[in-house]
């Protein structure tokens, strides 16, 4: 952030440093007579346009009104004998109307205004009137300009003497620019200079232009034709360097010599405050590089620059320290040569002491004097009232010495206008300076009783203009106090003005000014109040904001409350635009959605009718890059090549990455895809390319804000065929039904094809087999292939090989797929104990056929309690767990469970069952110790009796080999109203026992089987129904889908003895 602070200049009060100001002479007031003095006047050298009317200026003051006339070629011009010429009403310009004909040529030559009164003449300075000439160039044929390559070569120009000179500028003939370089560049004469020529310069003619400014016409010159003569024919090789191209065309080298100035001395004169130009060049071969040196010094600090290709040194406002010896050296490898130019500045007449106004009491003395210096020293003139002063009537009071003229005690009746006129062989001066003898009294010229405000601590001028003769003395006071101000922090001029160097609280008052002298004095009073400074005491900061962010810039101030203030915004010194976007607030602005155009110098200025102070914060937006451009393919090879590009503007945040892309049209038309990534320091790069594809390359620029816009694409670049080096990835084979398997791939990108006619040969074969390899060839745009007939899920061996007209890439990796799954079989030996009122345990074994991927099994429960059932509860598990623990809800229900496993291709056959009865189910008292009560013990007694006769009849049976028919469960929905299937049992049928509905699970849960005693021994020998040592049974559950089988649903089990005795329980 930047402060800066000012104090305005106000009615009364000038703030200006420059004491010039305070001790001016003291102008006569406009009541009072005065003799002439010119106000307005033309140049001295006045070129006018031949097509406009022609205004010669001449303006003057004085009391009474000045009368004009005019002399040309020193003599008196008549104008009211010409009805072209007329001068304005009170004014002495002449105005020359060519509406009704005449020529302005006629009109060319030296005038002279000079204005009349009582009192005196002042004259103007002698105006040199020419008329602006543009004339054509002259007739002429040129000949074919022959020259041999490497030769130098100079076109002149010699345009036609035009008024002013005009500007000169090579064209061809079709107006095309010739194009200007270290080698062929134009002079400050208008010729073009060729340092050598080369082949290609015969492309083009050459043709002069001088632009006319005041007529606004071009004339051409006739185009000059160039003829090289060269050892090889043209275009024959091409080079990036001027060495090269000359050793290549067997141009000899040359030393350095100079065309322009000739030889190795020149001299060269310029008037003091014009601008000098040197120039120096040069031929040779190579073309050589030119160096400015100052003999025994530097050149010019601050006013020095080099033109033209370093073949011109330009001085700007020249002074007589810049005479001396200037050298330029012409180098190249073959040698230097160096060409000195010997400066001398002259200067034409300036003023040392130019004589002013001077107004005399009748009987006081005064002098003029007219101090001028130059190169040569001027001569000094003196004129009174237009004529020279040795011709004029003798003045007793008036003594003329050289440059000073002295008046003592002058008289009334020698007002007079005096000319100085100093002049040299490069010009002159002329001044009027008047003398006029008044009585006057003293008068104050600024306004009465005025009111001044300023700023705490700054410098004040109370001004008091005043009048007299003979000039009054001036005194200050404040309060009304007798003591005059002067000293320590007050300091009077002598023009009046009082200027308190610093101001404080307790310098407010009023002051009065007192002008005296012999005829009276005059008085005028002025109200100074201090106030107190505005201060931006917080101001905004500098700032880098992203684009499209929103940005407060603050700015808190403090002013006199006394005073007005006005806060305003400034953007790089322009009033800012305020709008929806950007706001003003109370304390700040705020600038929403910033963008580039955004960024600059903010200043706030906060204002009085006082002062001001200012705070400036930069605000640098940080935006995406621009677009790289001018991208170029070279190093053009079979796999590689070098892309090129010129970087966009940053946009205030360094790149850091380039990002290349590349298009291909043959398979993905219009897609960009990415190719490589550079740093940001790096504007070209080796690409790797791959084979058959048709390249198209673009950049994109990165820095922290984002990415630029890409570039506009390079040209293509085509690259040869070769067999594939790569196979496609990510190969896997994967059934979609039980009897399939499907071969996919990913297919090899447009960079990876290498040849036409892509395909793939897929092949595939059972793994652990020794069967041979199966195999189909299938087209580079597919990407799958199914392989039918296959077993349920059994794994294969796996191979997809890339192939074109090229040939066949690598042999491709082996991976394993498997076919199409199925429903898993159902989860083996389901087990279900209640080990306690409060739990219930679910184990199992993983199917015996999972077809496919076990992924997990899922288990349904429900809640039962005679008829009424709880909601259907779901439980999924993982492949890998087999076992369930339960927390009971509550120790009266039963749960019935369905569980099955599941593939990716569904849920399996289920295995179900139901919890067991719980011991106190059929109690419906407080439990008590049954142990002790007699019937527990005489019913115990009679179970083991029954227990006793059920084995005797079982190896009875069994001893004499009957059987029956035996029929595995039926799979049946877990369904809360069914009471006929109970979940776990095996279902009889037996043409010679009646079903007994309703079978009975034991009291640890296991579900019995109800059939003959004979059936039972062979179960329980068997492996498929087995009692654990906890007494819970083990069931191997299967579903037949036979339809015949499906009406054992309806039979009941079997009754036994053993049934009969549970039932009682």
């Known amino acids: 952030m930047v402060m800066q602070r000012y104090l305005l200049t106000y009615i009364g009060v000038v703030l200006t440093l420059n004491l010039h100001h305070l001790i001016r002479a003291i102008d006569v007031p406009r009541d009072l007579h005065q003799p002439p003095t010119i106000t307005k006047q033309s140049v001295k050298n006045y070129i006018v346009d031949p097509r406009d009317n022609i205004f010669i200026e001449c303006e003057a003051k004085g009391n009474p009104v000045p009368t004009f006339s005019w002399t040309r070629n020193g003599k008196f011009f008549n104008v009211a004998k010409d009805p072209r010429v007329s001068m304005r009403h009170w004014s002495g310009t002449l105005a020359v109307d060519f509406r009704s004909g005449g020529r302005p040529e006629d009109y060319e030559g030296e005038y002279q205004c000079f204005a009349r009164n009582d009192f005196g003449t002042a004259i103007s300075n002698k105006i040199f009137l020419q008329v602006s000439k543009s004339p054509l ?81 071009i004339q051409q010159k006739n185009p000059y034709t ?107 490898k073959v040698g230097t040569s160096r060409h000195t130019i010997s400066v001398r500045v002259k200067a034409a007449p300036f003023w040392l002491d130019e004589p002013e106004n001077l107004i005399l009491a009748p009987g006081e003395d005064g002098r003029l004097v007219c101090q001028a210096n130059g190169n040569p020293k001027p001569s000094i003139q003196w004129l009174v009232n237009g004529e020279p002063i040795e011709s004029s009537a003798p003045n007793p009071s008036r003594e003329v010495t050289g440059d000073t003229i002295m008046f003592r005690d002058i008289q009334s009746g020698s007002s007079a206008v005096y000319q100085c006129n100093a002049s040299n062989e490069h010009g ?159 304390d700040g602005l705020t600038i929403y959605g910033v963008s580039e155009k955004d960024q600059g110098y903010y200043t706030c200025v906060a204002s009085t009718e006082l002062d001001k102070d200012t705070a400036r914060a930069h605000l640098t937006i940080l935006a ?49 895809q990415n190719h490589s990534r550079y740093p940001g320091s790096v504007n070209s790069a080796v690409l790797r390319l791959a084979p058959y594809v048709n390249y198209q390359f673009r950049v994109i620029a990165v820095n922290e804000v984002g990415s630029s816009y890409p570039s506009l694409p390079s040209e293509r670049y085509h690259t040869n065929g070769a067999r594939p080096e790569y196979n496609p990835t990510g190969v896997k084979g994967a059934g979609t039904a039980k009897n399939n398997m499907v071969i996919s791939w990913t297919p090899l990108s447009a960079t990876q094809v290498y040849g036409p006619n892509l395909r793939y040969i897929v092949k ?59 429903l898993p079989s159902g989860p083996r030996y389901f087990r279900i104990r209640q080990p306690n009122l409060e739990t219930i345990t679910l184990e199992w074994e993983h199917p015996e056929h999972p077809n496919g991927n076990l992924i997990g099994y899922t288990l349904r429960y429900q809640a039962f309690n005679g008829s009424k059932t709880g909601r259907t509860v779901v439980e999924n598990f993982s492949p890998n767990q087999t076992r369930f623990l339960l927390q009971r809800t509550d120790p009266i229900s039963r749960y019935r469970f369905n569980l099955r496993s599941r593939s990716q291709i569904g849920e399996g056959e289920p295995a179900i069952g139901e919890s067991p009865l719980p011991l106190n189910e059929a109690y419906t008292k407080p439990p008590r110790d049954i142990a002790t009560q007699g019937w527990f013990i005489g019913l115990m007694c009679a179970i083991a009796l029954l227990v006793l006769i059920l084995l005797i009849v079982c190896f009875i049976k069994r001893s004499r080999g009957g059987k029956y ?86 039979s009941s089990e079997a009754t036994s003895p053993v049934n009969a005795i549970y039932s009682l329980a």
């Open 428 to 586: 002159y001066l002329l001044a009027n300076a008047f003398v006029s003898v008044l009585d006057v009294i003293p008068r104050i010229l600024a306004p009465r009783n005025q009111l001044i405000k300023v700023i705490l601590n700054n410098r004040t001028l109370l001004n008091c203009p005043f009048f007299g003769s003979p000039i009054p003395t001036l005194r200050w006071f404040k309060n009304g106090q007798g003591s005059t101000l002067h000293g320590g922090n007050y300091k009077a001029h002598e023009n009046g003005t009082l200027e308190i160097i610093r101001a404080r609280k307790e310098d407010q008052g009023t002051y009065t000014c007192v002008a005296t002298n012999l005829l009276g004095k005059a008085q005028n009073q002025v109200r100074l109040e201090i106030k107190d400074p505005t201060r931006i005491v917080d101001g905004p900061k500098d700032a880098v904001p992203k684009k499209g962010s929103t940005v407060y810039l603050v700015c808190r101030t403090r002013h006199d409350p006394t005073l007005r203030l006005t806060v305003s915004w400034l953007k790089d010194d322009v009033p800012l635009y305020l709008g929806t976007r950007i706001r003003k607030e109370d």
């Open 226 to 332: 160039l003829k090289v003569l060269t050892k090889h024919p043209p275009n024959e090789t091409s080079f990036q360097n001027y060495t090269d191209i000359y050793s290549a065309r067997g141009i000899t080298e040359r030393h350095p010599s100079f065309m322009y100035p000739i030889g190795t001395i020149s001299s060269q004169m310029v008037l003091r405050g014009e601008d000098l130009l040197l120039e120096c060049i040069a031929s040779g071969v190579p073309t050589p590089g030119i160096m400015w040196h100052k003999k025994g010094g530097d050149l010019p600090a601050g006013r020095t620059k080099l033109e033209n290709f370093d073949k011109a040194l330009h001085i700007a406002n020249v002074s007589e320290e810049d005479s001396g010896e200037y050298f330029c050296l012409a180098s190249n």
């Open 764 to 822: 595939w074969r059972r793994r652990d087999t020794r069967e041979s390899w199966s195999n189909r060839t299938v087209k580079g745009d597919i990407s799958q292939y199914t392989v039918t007939q296959t077993p349920i899920y059994t794994p294969y061996e796996i191979k997809v090989q890339a192939v074109n007209d090229y040939g066949m890439a690598p042999e491709a990796d082996t991976v394993i797929g498997y076919s199409g799954e199925d």
């Open 965 to 1050: 028919p035996v029929r595995e469960n039926k799979d049946v929905p877990l369904d809360p109203d069914d009471q006929k299937v109970d979940n776990g049992s095996f279902d009889y049928s037996d043409e010679d026992n009646k079903p007994l509905q309703g079978s009975q699970t034991s009291l640890d849960g296991t579900i019995k089987q109800q059939e003959s005693d004979d059936s039972l021994v062979d179960y329980g020998e068997g492996g498929e129904g087995q009692f654990n040592e906890d007494g819970s049974f083990i069931g191997q559950y299967t579903v037949k889908k036979d339809k015949e089988e499906t009406e054992g649903n309806e």
């Open 137 to 217: 160039w002259p007739k002429e044929n040129l000949d074919i300009q022959e020259v041999h390559e490497g030769a130098q070569l100079i076109l002149a120009c010699n345009p036609p003497p035009g008024l002013p000179p005009p500007a000169i500028f090579w064209m061809s003939s079709s107006m095309e620019p010739i194009h200007q370089d270290k080698r062929v560049s134009q002079g400050h004469n208008g010729d073009l200079y060729f340092s050598n020529v080369l082949q290609e310069d015969s492309q083009t003619d050459y043709s002069c232009n001088a632009r006319f400014a005041f007529t606004h016409t």
């Open 624 to 672: 995406r890059p621009d677009r790289p451009r001018d991208l170029e393919l070279t190093d053009l090879s079979e796999r590689s090549v070098r892309l090129t590009w010129i970087p966009g503007d940053d946009n205030n945040s360094p790149i850091t990455d380039y990002i290349v892309e590349f298009e291909e049209d043959r398979y993905e038309p219009g897609r960009w």
